[in-house]
Each structure stands twice: as C-alpha cells, then as structure tokens.
C-alpha cells in the first residue's frame, strides 16, 4: 500500500518562498508519476504541478507558472515543489498525489487520475 506523506507548510508572508516535501513509501516510487493540488476554504481542489517519472516532463498550472518548481529526488523517494512570490491567494492545503501508467499530457491535471494522495500540508500566505 503506497504512502504519501508531506511536509513543509507553514505561514509565510507575501512575497514569501517555502518548500514542500513529500516523501512516498510501498511502491517504487520510480513508477509514479507525481502531482501536487491544493485545495482552498470553500473551493474545490485545483492542479498546482505534475512531474513525470523520468523528471524531465512537468506541467504546471497557469496560475503558479514561473513562481513554482517541481522537482524529485528517486533516490530519496521524495518529490518536492518550490514555492517563490508567495501571494496571499495561494494558501490553501497542499496535497501530493501518485498516479501509475504513461504521461498522459493534459491529463495530470484531472485529480481522477490519480490513486494515492497524501494527508495534505497547509499554507498560509499572510499580505
């Protein structure tokens, strides 16, 4: 049984810069493709970024596009997103996600497609 487990949230000011961790255990993790959502008060949970297996495709969401990185560490079962230019709308809880199969393009957006997701991690955007 995979496991996701993330870490790094916190309360940042605007402006801000944090980086999430999410280290994932029971399968190789070499075989996931990973995603990070999040989800906000009151609104449904959006796509952030994805990274495919090999790290060489990643995809990311327009509203975080060039202020956040996502980046994976195989030898250490971890996958991470780097976080610059915090702005207050980004606070939300972060959640990261492992899907299994090919790099379906677009696709990495739809939370559907993936089967295992972590406990999720708050941020706090303070203006």
């Known amino acids: 049984q995979v496991q996701l487990v993330e870490s790094g949230g916190g309360l940042v000011q605007d402006g801000g810069s944090l980086r999430l961790s999410c280290a994932v255990s029971?399968?190789?993790?070499?075989?996931?493709?990973m995603g990070w959502f999040r989800q906000a008060p009151g609104k449904e949970r959006e796509f952030v970024a994805a990274?495919?297996?090999?790290?060489?495709?990643?995809l990311y969401a327009d509203s975080v596009k060039g202020r956040f990185t996502i980046s994976r560490d195989d030898a250490k079962n971890t996958v991470y997103l780097q976080m610059s230019s915090l702005k207050p709308e980004d606070t939300a809880v972060y959640y990261c996600?492992?899907?299994?199969?090919?790099?379906?393009?677009?696709?990495?957006?739809?939370?559907?497609?993936?089967?295992?997701w972590g406990q999720g991690t708050q941020v706090t955007v303070s203006s």
């Open positions: 029971g399968r190789p993790f070499s075989s996931c493709i």
């Open positions: 990274i495919s297996r090999s790290g060489s495709v990643t």
């Open positions: 996600a492992c899907r299994a199969g090919l790099w379906m393009g677009s696709r990495q957006k739809e939370s559907g497609v993936y089967y295992a």
